[in-house]
């Protein structure tokens, strides 16, 4: 099948359309028999700014920022570079120091991932997200709906996100979900891969066991000592002996190895945690410093949550010190919760027992052991003031919604002062600030 006319007529193999001269041809003994699929926007963040401004068509573009950051995604172009996510940003720039720099600007690519979300949904009810760009879907039975197969329907899905909303996305197609994703990442961008019982394993067996999912660094390093290092290596080893290395996972890892995958396509995948973080320009020790900058991360957990109609009873701290150790501490049990200064409370306590003279880069804060919007701050007799806190806080939001999120801030929100100067140290790196391009920002440091 051609990916660009539907044409369905044979092609000799590695020529183009006989109707319309693509080159993209779709060819699978199996492609009428396949109805699981993991769809992934290209680039995501990069591929929204490019489509927002045609003048960075042919830059590199990278989004994230900070000196002391990292890159959140990089275009196409900027990956010829050898960037990749999650690369410090100062890496980034060594290697490409003429890319356009683009601060994140989540809650545009939140509303771009819902318009593709929404046309998943008319293709099928069961749709699985997995992050705000990508999702399995379960296309089984659908093809009277639509009065095609699976592929020809991911064919004209993947055409209208392209038409419609102006960026790309990478389609894989199998009979589970490992290898959907498989799938999916082997033609990137605008790429239609399919895998079938035919030929799977003869794709996923030369392939390193990292692409196993659940696998770690750690797993995977304590497979590579013990001889494992491919996935035929997995496979070619007893069940037994990989339960004796990995206890119980094991068996789940020998599965997958024989392309089996028995999970199915959950359409309500509820999120386990809602959170917030950033990565300063310079390390900080300093509690005063820090508290500002995590009320700041309060106030964005809060927004997050009342829009997912969401709230936590759980109050997670996570700290990174210069040397990269991550810490993480929690406060369970608390009343539910949407509101920043509830928040706020149980995470400066434990920020406060942390800081204690460690230089951290980056402190995040999250809300877990989420429940419904309904049941947050109720408020009980012995709480005389939380309807009033609920009251004010919402003609906050409403106010920052119409006139920007510096419309009101709390004296809190600004920066620590020591002698009538206001400290530079606690300024937040890319991860925070409002999203503008600036193609003379090398380094990503607030403008």
């Not at 990956?79 to 890319?99: D, E, N, Q, V, W």
């Not at 997200?129 to 009065?147: C, K, M, N, Q, Y």
């Not at 109050?315 to 040397?323: G, M």
Request: net charge positive; proline share 6%; glycine share 8%.
């Amino acid at each position: 099948m051609c990916r660009d006319c539907e044409a369905g007529e044979d092609t000799p193999e590695g020529e183009r359309c006989a109707r319309c001269g693509s080159p993209r041809l779709l060819r699978h003994p199996e492609l009428d028999r396949l109805a699981i699929a993991h769809v992934d926007c290209d680039a995501f963040y990069a591929a929204v700014e490019k489509r927002d401004d045609p003048a960075l068509r042919d830059v590199p573009v990278i989004v994230g920022g900070g000196t002391r950051g990292v890159v959140a995604t990089a275009c196409y172009i900027a990956r010829t570079y050898g960037i990749r996510s999650a690369m410090p940003m100062f890496k980034a720039l060594k290697a490409c120091p003429h890319a356009t720099v683009i601060r994140p600007n989540f809650d545009k690519y939140s509303a771009v991932g819902r318009e593709v979300r929404r046309l998943m949904l008319e293709l099928t009810p069961l749709v699985e997200p997995i992050s705000i760009d990508e999702a399995f879907l379960d296309l089984t039975g659908t093809e009277r709906v639509h009065g095609a197969g699976a592929a020809r329907t991911l064919v004209r899905f993947a055409r209208r996100v392209e038409r419609e909303i102006g960026i790309t996305v990478s389609v894989g197609l199998s009979y589970n979900k490992f290898l959907a994703k498989i799938a999916s990442d082997q033609e990137k961008p605008r790429g239609f891969s399919v895998l079938g019982r035919s030929d799977a394993l003869d794709v996923i067996s030369p392939r390193p066991v990292g692409i196993l999912p659940g696998i770690g660094r750690q797993t995977e390093a304590r497979l590579q000592k013990a001889g494992l290092r491919l996935v035929r290596d997995l496979r070619d080893r007893r069940p037994e002996e990989l339960i004796r290395l990995l206890g119980r996972d094991g068996e789940r890892l020998a599965r997958l190895a024989r392309g089996e995958d028995a999970r199915k396509v959950e359409p309500r995948r509820e999120a386990k945690s809602v959170s917030a973080e950033t990565t300063f320009n310079a390390d900080i020790a300093r509690f005063e410093e820090l508290e500002p900058i995590l009320w700041r991360l309060c106030e964005k957990v809060s927004l997050r949550l009342k829009r997912s109609s969401l709230a936590g009873r759980s109050v997670v701290l996570k700290l990174k010190d210069r040397n990269f150790r991550l810490a993480t501490r929690t406060r369970s049990g608390l009343p539910a919760t949407q509101l920043a200064r509830r928040l706020f409370e149980p995470a400066r306590a434990m920020l406060r027992d942390e800081a204690d003279g460690t230089y951290f880069r980056l402190i995040g804060v999250g809300a877990s052991d989420l429940c419904p919007a309904e049941e947050a701050d109720r408020g009980d007799l012995a709480d005389l003031h939380l309807a009033e806190e609920v009251k004010v806080e919402a003609a906050i939001d409403r106010i920052r919604e119409k006139f920007g999120a510096a419309a009101v801030q709390k004296g809190l929100a600004f920066p620590f002062v020591s002698a009538g100067t206001a400290s530079q140290a606690g300024a937040p790196a890319a991860s925070s600030p409002p999203s503008g391009r600036n193609p003379r920002n090398r380094g990503g440091e607030p403008g």
